[in-house]
């Protein structure tokens, strides 16, 4: 077996998975890494060697195949429904609505199939195809981006538009269609989501915000003197303004905290480095920086993928051999149908949501056009994984924001070797190459490889070509044993500004997010608050509140209200 083969072999074997889909065996293994590991798998099915399935016939005919896409992870589920005299199958795209306690598989073989949903003290025995009007049909039928199946342990994830020229209609939709109006909890608890998929998450331990403070420190600038800007956080102790390069706690926000600066305050010992990046002009030494800590010991992190960005085809960028015209992207296929995409938060989830961001550039922009990386390796195509589910594959010397199984966080260059951790992975993004890494030999945060050349790092521009643009990028940074996930709005930058920014403020890794737009690095935060009948959104800077949908109670926020074409990330208060 290979290295990945037997990482699965020994994952599987935990006793977590003792119930629901029967992981496959060593030989079916084998058959789809092999599979996987050529060139161009070709489909959605063949991406994914970990994947599992089980297929029930009944007495009239009636197939009924479910597919896990990865066991491990035990949230994204394929259904495939063939009736007897049916021209063609019907594929439903099923997600877990709480994949640590239900475990699914099939039932009823030779008689009348059913999904069998397994609890620590529950099971129940769904066949959602069934009936004069069948569940999937009604479910279907609602036009949300997730709808309930068997008793809420089950979502069918329905294809919806995530343009912003249609999300007045869909807006429209939930106000016409949800009896409670246009609140976004009420969306969840009204008549199509019911209160069984909200739970009271438990209180943890909360680590002392002026501590934290204390801990972060200040960023290693020249002068701190106090500045008017402010992001558009209520903030602890910042009503005279903001010291630059200190820290303040977001206010109803545990965990989450607040920094502003200019790059042109940084320290000379950190500015006048040669050879680590390019020298800063006048314009971005004065352009003010919003950055946002996340203590990650209190928060979960996700992903997931808009409903049309990234996409799944080939990026016009590579040349030579690192495009190949006769498939249909890089990965052998250019949808990831049957899976839906659908660009909004999961019900299940909105109840612990704190922050969502965008994630990355879209598929065009995703892909080397100068420099050795274009021409290999299908042209470096930016991976990305959803849920234990490999939607493009990881490239070794990308940057990668990842998430494993136990809900270890991390942020770093990938490797061949990582690649072991594939069964394990719960999301990843991978976007560019390193703004930080750390230095080999000391451990220090220092300016990646490639930060100085414009092509080799694939760091685009503006509209008008210009390097100097609006971006946002992302770090970590361990403090004390405790990670903190660092978030930053830079208002015009180059990628030598952001690293500089980066290594003042200590980062042990970081990497570009996206840029030219405030649309495109949106960030919004959601504070604790009594009023149960509305979710308020704090917006990182105020312009970034134009992205999201008016209505006649107030604002419905982005990625948590309403489906939307990018792909984003969001933070969970820890259960």
């Known amino acids: 077996m290979t290295g990945l083969t037997c990482t699965l072999a020994l994952t599987l074997a935990a006793p977590a998975l003792a119930t629901g889909i029967e992981p496959p065996s060593e030989e079916v293994l084998a058959e789809q890494m092999a599979e996987f590991l050529t060139d ?42 063939e009736e007897a005299d049916a021209r063609r199958p019907s594929f439903y795209h ?34 959602p195809w069934a009936g004069r009007s069948p569940e999937l049909e009604e479910a279907g039928d609602t036009g949300l981006p997730y709808a309930p199946l068997c008793d809420g342990r089950l979502y069918l994830r329905n294809r919806v538009s995530g343009s912003r020229t249609n999300r007045e209609a869909i807006a429209e939709f939930l106000r016409d ?72 706690a977001v ?24 050879g680590e990046t390019n020298w800063l002009d006048g314009v971005e030494r004065n352009a003010n920086v919003y950055l946002v800590a996340f203590d990650m010991s209190q928060f979960e992190l ?62 065009d922009h995703g892909a080397w056009r100068f420099g050795p990386m274009a021409t290999y390796n299908n042209g470096h195509h930016y991976g990305f994984l959803v849920n234990g589910t490999l939607l493009s594959r990881l490239w070794p010397g990308l940057a990668t924001i ?40 000391t451990g220090e945060g220092v300016p990646g490889d490639l930060v100085t050349s414009w092509g080799g790092g694939n760091w685009s521009g503006s509209a008008d070509a ?26 015009t930058a180059t990628p030598s500004g952001m690293a500089r920014t980066f290594q003042a403020y200590g980062c042990d890794y970081a990497m570009l997010m996206d840029m030219n737009s405030q649309e495109h690095t949106y960030m919004a935060l959601y504070p604790q608050i009594d009023d149960d009948d509305w979710i308020e959104a704090e917006h990182l800077v105020s312009g970034m509140a134009n992205v999201d949908q008016n209505s006649r109670r107030g604002a419905i926020p982005r990625f948590v209200g309403f489906a939307d074409n990018r792909d984003f990330f969001y933070l969970l208060r820890r259960e």
Request: hydrophobic share 40%; glycine share 12%.
């Open 466 to 491: 210009q390097l100097r643009t609006l971006r946002a990028g992302s770090c970590l940074r361990e403090v004390d044993g405790r990670q903190f996930l660092l978030y930053a709005y830079f208002s």
């Open 251 to 274: 206010e109803d926000a545990p965990g989450i905290y607040s920094s502003v600066m200019q790059p042109g305050m940084i320290s000379d010992e950190i500015l006048n480095r040669s």
């Open 40 to 81: 161009a798998p070709g489909s959605i099915f063949a991406m994914n060697p970990f994947r599992a399935e089980q297929t029930v016939t009944g007495e009239d005919g009636l197939q009924v195949q479910l597919i896990s896409t990865n066991p491990v992870i035990n949230t994204w589920f394929v259904l495939r429904v």
């Open 302 to 363: 996700g992903y997931e993928l808009g409903t049309d960005h990234p996409s799944f085809g080939w990026s016009s960028r590579p040349s030579g051999a690192g495009r190949d015209w006769s498939i249909p992207g890089p990965d052998g296929f250019n949808s990831p149908a049957p899976l839906v995409m659908n660009g909004m938060l999961s019900p299940a989830l909105l109840d612990r949501v704190a922050a969502t961001f965008t994630g990355g550039y879209k598929r």
């Open 177 to 248: 269609n949800v009896i409670f109006g246009d609140s976004i909890v009420n969306l969840i608890k009204g008549t199509f989501y019911e209160d069984a998929f909200l739970e009271d998450s438990d209180e943890i331990e909360e680590a002392d915000a002026g501590a934290v403070v204390e801990a972060l420190g200040q960023a290693d600038l020249s002068r701190f003197p106090v500045m008017n800007a402010s992001p558009g956080f209520d903030l602890v102790g910042a009503e005279g303004g903001m010291e630059a390069g200190s820290w303040y």
């Open 94 to 127: 099923l997600e877990n609505t709480d994949p640590e306690v239900w475990h699914i598989s099939l039932g009823g073989d030779g008689d009348d199939p059913f999904i069998l949903i397994e609890g620590d003290d529950d099971a129940e025995e769904c066949a």
């Open 402 to 441: 990842y998430v494993l199984d136990d809900g270890t966080f991390g942020m770093t260059t990938w490797t061949e070797e990582m690649n072991e951790l594939l069964p394990r992975l719960r999301f990843a993004r991978q976007n560019g190459v390193a703004l930080i890494n750390p230095d080999p030999e």
